[in-house]
């Protein structure tokens, strides 16, 4: 008997044994190792997905782990291999998949959102959306390689490029990956973040962060920029305020990506669009190749990630794992130990 964390309803997670089915045809069992707390999963717990969710179900898809079992069929992967899960299912047929854009696929299946998530001591998975982990890489630090995916396709939807001037409104983990990433393309990037810590984090990873409350961002966009504003901002803040930030800063023809879920509807200055003749481009997830990117930058140690992680929590902590998460203060990553670790702050 293994345990797993599942959603119930609104702000109720409940931690339960569960008795894991052997993998079928295609399928791999995993043993998840690490589970990281997102932005997504906060508001799973909210409620606020309530219309895809199918509670109760099981949570995550941040995670590294090794494969526990395959299937009948299921050649290249083998008890032990060290893996990450790239969690998106699609169905090949609709026109955005014969495009080429499957990971937006019209009937995408979210792993961990629209079914059975990571945070669970087996998990059984298509085995094709196994990605394969170097087996120097620390599973604690694997576990960052799906947010870093998000950063790799943010930077390179918005055509991030060397030597240009990036401002990333939003100082949160996402956030400080894609300043992280747009830095490894030779871009100058620089965060926005009223939060203390996760400004003092940004910049501990050497990163100019600006606080908005205190700093007059356009006058300092246009000191660091000769007056022109930046080339590309990047909206990870998913609040209002955020939206109207990332496009005051822009320059002429300047790139507004937007990351965050925005769950309302927002007023946008649409002359200042026009004026400046501004592109904006939404960016959502990742592909296959963003994470095999991801993989390589977080492996080699190009981005510090195991830094974000403010503490690891066993399988047993993880609704009060949530609970401080929603609260912020000084949290940044939390990780889900499901191995049956004990909780403590990450090495």
């Known amino acids: ?138 599973l604690k ?16 939807r918005a055509e991030v490029r060397r030597g240009e001037r990036v401002v990333v409104v939003g100082g949160g983990p996402v956030g400080v990956l894609i300043a992280l990433v747009a830095r490894t393309v030779g871009a100058d990037a620089r965060v926005v973040e009223p939060g203390d810590h996760r400004r003092r984090m940004a910049e501990e990873l050497g990163l100019t962060a600006w606080d908005p409350a205190t700093v007059d961002l356009p006058a300092a966009v246009g000191e660091w920029t000769g007056g022109a504003g930046a080339d590309v901002a990047f909206e990870v803040s998913g609040a209002a305020a955020g939206m109207d930030t990332a496009v005051e800063v822009l320059k002429v023809r300047g790139r507004l990506c937007l990351v965050a879920i925005h769950p309302r509807r927002r007023e946008i200055d649409l002359h200042r669009f026009f004026w400046r003749e501004l592109s904006l481009v939404g960016a959502r997830l990742y592909t296959r190749g963003d994470f095999e990117r991801a993989v390589d930058l977080v492996a080699d140690g190009t981005l510090p990630c195991e830094r974000l992680i403010s503490k690891v929590v066993p399988l047993t902590e993880a609704a009060a794992a949530f609970t401080a998460l929603e609260g912020g203060g000084d949290v940044m990553k939390i990780l889900v130990d499901c191995t049956g670790g004990t909780p403590g702050a990450a090495a």
């Open 141 to 156: 630090r694997a576990a960052l390689v799906e947010p870093t995916a998000v950063a790799v396709h943010d930077v390179g």
């Open 1 to 138: 008997m293994t345990l797993a964390v599942r959603y119930m309803a609104a702000r109720t997670l409940d931690t339960a044994p569960a008795e894991p089915s052997p993998p079928g045809p295609g399928e791999v069992e995993v043993a998840p190792a690490y589970v990281g707390i997102c932005g997504t999963d906060l508001h799973i717990f909210h409620g606020d997905m309530d219309a895809r969710v199918n509670a109760p179900t099981v949570v995550g898809h941040e995670m590294s782990g090794r494969v526990a079992r395959v299937g009948p069929d299921v050649t290249g992967w083998h008890p032990g291999d060290a893996v990450t899960v790239m969690p998106l299912r699609w169905d090949g047929t609709c026109p955005a998949c014969r495009a080429g854009h499957q990971h937006i696929c019209r009937h995408l299946d979210f792993i961990g959102i629209d079914s059975p998530g990571a945070m669970q001591q087996r998990w059984t998975v298509p085995a094709d959306t196994l990605v394969r982990l170097p087996e120097a890489l620390p």
